[in-house]
């Protein structure tokens, strides 16, 4: 990660927006719980401390080198940052409705965006562009998260459009045919390829610290996926990684609400599922859940020393203390 060249670029959109600080922790901090002992992970007893309430959508949060951590509210059209006082400001304004976010090694800022459904760079200004709106002639439905590895290869999910609500008729059919839910890869050399075309709801997705597996969340599944990326970067064969505690049933069915996904030093891998942060060992053994006041969605290690976990979801933003640090290859 080129710290230099993001933290200009933030102090340039800083500038050009005048963002001003919108809370200071000292007025916002309060206890949202403690967690439970996970060996290696979290202490017993650990706070769980809110940040803030009130955001307008909560996801796709990210590391910056300067220890503080941006998240996108999708519904609000920004991208969000929260130093690390606790204070918040815009960091992005107009963000075509970012969801996922992960930087390359100079700086660039991806995200897949859903108002316009595509996946490109938002940031910083003078680079923004589309990278891929379509496959094949359709356009994606939801892109949903994403991750950048250390080549500048891009991963992303696009979960299919929202399903309506219990109760509502489906939504009108648009005009062009979507594609189908898929996990794509966009090439350093801008190439985009469908990799994965058989899970149901794709959300979340995230590469181990040797950037040897690929994992994808299935919201609608009871196991995080993993998938071996071979030497011509195709992908093996889909193995079930890890069951999710949070499979429970709903108003439509049964859902582990899996969504966002990070990785530690040690490889550890952590899941947003229903039942809270789940938590797994590089080979898939449970290891414990960090229980939260609302469901969440996605979550980062940010920091200095990456050791602060900030999770975030249902229009909140909460931060606890690990014993691991995220892991220090990649911003996410």
Known sequence: MNKRSILGAATLLASVLGTVATSSWAQEKAAASVATAIPGVVEAGARIELIKEGFTGTEGPVALPDGSLIFTETQANRVT???PDGSTSVF??????ANGLGF???GDLYAVQVLKPRVGIIFPPPKVKTLADNYEGKPFGRPNDLVVDQKGNVYFTDSGANPPAAGQPPNAAPAVEAAKPT??????????????????RPNGIQLSPDEKVLYVANTLGEHLLAYDILPDGSL????QFAKLAGWT???NGYS???????VDEAGRVYVATNAGIEVFSSKGEALGQIALPKKPQNLAFAGDDKKTLYI???????RIAVQTPGFEGRAK
């Open 236 to 239: 093996g064969a889909r193995r």
């Open 256 to 262: 582990s609400g899996a969504d966002g996904l990070a």
């Open 81 to 83: 940052r929260i130093a």
């Open 249 to 251: 049933k709903t108003d």
């Open 183 to 200: 996990v794509y890869r966009i090439s350093k050399q801008g190439e985009l390829k469908r990799l994965i075309a058989d899970i149901e």
């Open 312 to 318: 975030v979801g249902r229009g909140s933003a909460y």
């Open 104 to 106: 390359t090694s100079n």
């Open 92 to 97: 992005v304004e107009g963000s075509n409705g």
